[in-house]
């Protein structure tokens, strides 16, 4: 395979005593789907946010095809194309969906000092194909602020899209929607992904989710990575069961 | 060196007041997340009160009726601050924070002027603290004993304090609820009682310090906004809902005082303004203030999206305006000039609309540009006898410039952090403009800027006015919905969602609140000529909060609203002073009664109703906060 578009290497960051990322490594090469999975608090929010510049690292290195961008603020990453997703899913409330993907259009392109021209107008049809995209165009017009939560994920993923990212960090994409959605939000990643390129870095708690559209899996516990590889070798890693799969043979007794 | 010390030591004692008051705010605002502006009334009417306790007290106990006098007046405010909580700010906790700053502005209002009925407008001078009257020889110096007095309390109530949020469990459960009120409730906590208890205590502290002051400087009707600039300016750099932040920043402030005086008295307070403008650079959460704390605490319900109006509403807007073009026909020369005036400030509140309700930065010290063009003006037309549309042109570009000084500092903070901040700021351009008597004349103004020959008839000036303030209202207009005005809102909405798609939120923000100050100032230019004459009082805290009640009174996030608003009250106010004294009151009430009734201003709660009422599922107004 060629040169991954992401690599992080020794991440590492400390919030008090606290060791919430701890030598943490991974690459990511171009339309592949790696998934992050580990139990609450094993950092993969915080290793996201390492990776777009929302925390400063305290160790280690991010490279983006190759450049080192560790350290650069969220936007300029943005700029140089890792997209991002919420875990709470941040849109502009007060905004039209289209809108909201109009402003991430109108920042791509450095449009954002024009006084004049109306910004409701700019790029429409790139705006709706985005949405379209990811099948929300059916809501172009609505208020941001009224969608329901599932809605709002898709909304972010068109804004996220239209940078055209050369990587897309989504952060539980599909939490608060319902199984079956789930399944297609992801088997549409999963498909732009490939169709575009982008290297999809995502966290899930529904396995069969990751299972069912990660092409590799990394496990988290403790800040540490404790196993990767594919679902299925993952899947089997005893260790991962113990933490936090589960064993259905598991002979520990039941808390409660 | 003696007289170092000396001044060191006057420096301590003026610290003390500034603590008591910085502290009790400070306390408030950690349970309550309410910035009480009122404070500075309470810390006014505790020096009234000692003063009149001391003059009750003393002719039975002697010296001990002084000493009794000033926890006495402390009690009483504290008291007073009680039922403020009950009445009023209990209502707003949930509401959004800029309610809440000016409900408690418009007690500002009414605490005044009950001043002025019970202790009138002259300056009370308090006894001679007895027992603590004389001078000591501290190397070879005089020290007034009161001085050791205060240098004393200041450490004594810090202590008192620790003790009482540390040894006592009335103190733990408000550390507790200033870490997390919601906990604290769920754990079976009585809030009510607690919330009540923690703002007699605050406001019993500024009490105390106004009690403490009446030896060294006279209850005045000035004294509420004077010191609460100072008290921001001390809580800001020392940390909201911090104890020893505030003592540390009034030792800090106090001293530079001392200091600044003796090198360059003109220009003091301007080193106040730099030690806080390093430390919001260095720790926006002030030396002891925690980082969750500093942060927006904004509350409220989704707003609908602003849309550009249908061609109903433009067309009504077209006939407004040629109506008001065809006033000269009807009208005489004053309701000229107060149309002129009424024009004026609707684009003074249209520039704060914009930053407020689109930016989403709540400015209390807007009239800083206002004043800033207006004098930029007069400065221009007496010093370099400028002609009338070169000074017009000059007034948009100081407004412009100041904003953009101010602001670079002020888009570091959000919420009430930054309205602190802008008023901190606004109080520093009135005093420079009240205190360097010799470029702008002081108290006593700049005189004769009369319009030219072409423009001075009351229709001409008026035809220039609409026309300027026309165009000028509809720029911002266009701005708003133009990508800049986008980019603004975007922030505002979400600066994480706005960083991550690749916005430079502070600078997005810091060129919003620049465009503003810009309009801003074009407005105080027109201002001026309109006046004749230029005061301090257009840079003044009153004038900051006219503007904010005309965004109020027509809604923040409606963009008719400042004008709408702009003319309801400066007409009401004009007719109101024309009426009775007490106005001030009637105003202040008026706000009180806004605040608590119409969350979203006049035209805000209109429209909710209109939507409501059409088709969309209502938006739940309250209880969508956190």
Request: aromatic share 8%; hydrophobic share 55%.
């Amino acid at each position: 395979m060629s040169r991954p578009v992401l690599e992080a290497e020794n991440l590492a960051k400390r919030f008090g005593g606290v060791r919430a990322v701890d030598g943490v490594s991974l690459d990511l090469a171009a339309g592949e789907v790696l998934a992050m999975i580990g139990p609450n608090g094993a950092g993969k929010s915080t290793c996201f946010n390492l990776l777009n510049g929302q925390e400063r690292a305290d160790a280690g290195q991010v490279r983006l095809a190759g450049r080192e961008i560790t350290g650069l603020p969220p936007r300029t990453v943005w700029r140089l194309g890792i997209g991002r997703t919420f875990q709470v899913a941040a849109v502009f409330a007060s905004m039209s969906v289209a809108e909201t993907v109009q402003v991430a259009l109108l920042s791509h392109d450095r449009q954002l000092w024009r006084p004049w021209r109306r910004a409701n107008r700019y790029r429409r049809e790139r705006a709706r194909a985005l949405l379209a995209q990811v099948g929300m165009d059916w809501a172009a017009e609505r208020t941001c602020g009224t969608l329901a939560y599932g809605d709002v994920k898709r909304v972010e993923l068109a804004v996220a899209l239209a940078n055209d990212p050369r990587v897309l960090l989504m952060d539980e994409p599909t939490a608060g929607m319902a199984p079956a959605e789930r399944g297609q939000l992801m088997a549409l990643t999963q498909e732009i992904a490939r169709a575009r390129g982008i290297a999809v870095l995502f966290t899930e708690h529904d396995m069969d989710v990751v299972f069912g559209h990660a092409d590799r899996v990394v496990v988290l516990h403790q800040g540490r990575v404790l196993a990767r590889g594919t679902p299925q070798a993952v899947r089997a890693e005893p260790e991962v069961q113990r933490v936090y799969l589960g064993a259905p043979a598991s002979t520990e007794p039941t808390a409660c | 060196m003696d007289f170092v010390a000396v001044q060191f030591l006057t420096g301590l004692a003026s610290a003390c007041a500034l603590f008591l008051v910085a502290c009790g705010l400070s306390i408030i605002f950690g349970v309550t997340r309410i910035v009480n502006f009122a404070h500075g009334s309470f810390f006014m009417v505790g020096a009234y009160g000692a003063y009149s306790l001391s003059g009750a007290l003393m002719p039975l106990l002697g010296g001990l009726g002084f000493w009794l006098a000033l926890p006495l007046a402390a009690l009483g405010v504290g008291l007073l601050g009680a039922l403020v909580e009950v009445a009023v700010l209990r209502r707003l906790y949930r509401s959004h924070e800029l309610f809440q700053l000016l409900a408690t502005f418009g007690l500002v209002l009414v605490i005044k002027d009950a001043a002025l009925i019970t202790w009138g407008p002259q300056d009370l001078l308090g006894p001679r603290a007895p027992g603590a009257a004389g001078a000591v020889t501290v190397l070879g110096e005089q020290i007034p004993e009161y001085d050791l007095v205060l240098i004393a309390l200041g450490p004594l109530v810090l202590a008192g304090l620790w003790l009482l949020f540390h040894r006592t469990r009335w103190g733990v459960l408000v550390r507790a609820a200033t870490q997390d009120r919601e906990m604290v409730g769920a754990l079976g906590v009585d809030q009510k009682k607690l919330f009540t208890g923690v703002v007699f205590l605050g406001s019993a502290l500024a009490g105390l310090g106004g009690a403490v002051q009446i030896p060294r400087e006279a209850a005045n009707l000035n004294m509420d906004l004077n010191i609460i600039a100072e008290v921001f300016a001390v809580t800001v750099v020392g940390g909201m809902g911090s104890i020893a932040g505030p003592f540390l920043a009034a030792l800090l402030v106090a001293q530079l005082n001392a200091f600044g005086i003796l090198i360059l008295p003109e220009i003091s307070i301007v080193l106040l303004f730099l030690v806080m403008a390093v430390v919001l650079v260095l720790r926006p959460q002030g030396l002891l203030g925690r980082k969750e704390l500093a942060g927006s605490a904004t509350h409220g319900a989704p707003e609908s999206p602003l849309r550009p109006e249908g061609w109903t509403l433009g067309l009504i807007g077209l006939a407004v305006l040629l109506a008001l073009a065809a006033l000269p026909l009807v009208a005489g020369g004053y309701q000229l000039s107060v149309a002129s005036e009424i024009l004026i400030f609707a684009l003074f509140a249209a520039s704060l609309q914009f930053i407020m309700g689109v930016g989403g930065m709540i400015s209390f010290g807007h009239a800083a540009y206002l004043g800033l063009g207006a004098y930029a003006v007069a400065l221009s037309v007496t010093h370099w006898h400028a002609p009338m549309t070169g000074a017009l042109a000059l007034a948009p570009v100081a407004g412009a410039l100041g904003a953009l000084v101010f602001g670079w500092f002020c888009v570091r903070l959000s919420g009430v952090y930054l309205a602190m901040l802008t008023l901190a700021f606004a109080q520093i351009a009135w005093a420079v403009a009240f205190q360097w008597v010799g470029l702008t004349g002081g108290d006593n103004g700049l005189l004769g800027i009369w319009p030219a020959a072409w423009a001075s008839a009351p229709a001409a000036f008026y035809w220039l006015t609409l026309g300027l303030v026309a165009a000028a209202v509809l720029l911002l207009r266009r701005i708003v919905f133009a990508p800049f005005g986008y980019g603004l809102r975007a922030s505002r909405d979400s600066t994480l969602r706005a960083e991550a798609v690749g916005i430079h939120t502070r600078r997005q923000r810091w060129y919003g609140f620049t465009l503003a100050g810009a309009f801003a100032g074009l407005a105080g230019g027109l201002y001026a000529f309109a006046k004749g004459s230029v005061f301090p009082e257009v840079l003044s805290i009153p004038m900051s909060l006219d503007a904010l009640v005309m965004v109020l009174l027509g809604g923040v996030q409606t963009l008719a609203g400042p004008l709408v608003g702009a003319a309801v009250f400066d007409g009401l106010q004009t007719w109101l002073m024309s009426e009775t004294d007490y106005w001030r009151a009637i105003v202040g009430a008026g706000v009180v009664a806004l605040c608590v009734a119409f969350p979203r201003g006049l035209v805000g709660n209109l429209r909710a109703l209109q939507e409501s009422r059409r088709d969309t599922p209502a938006v739940s107004e309250e209880g969508a906060s956190g």
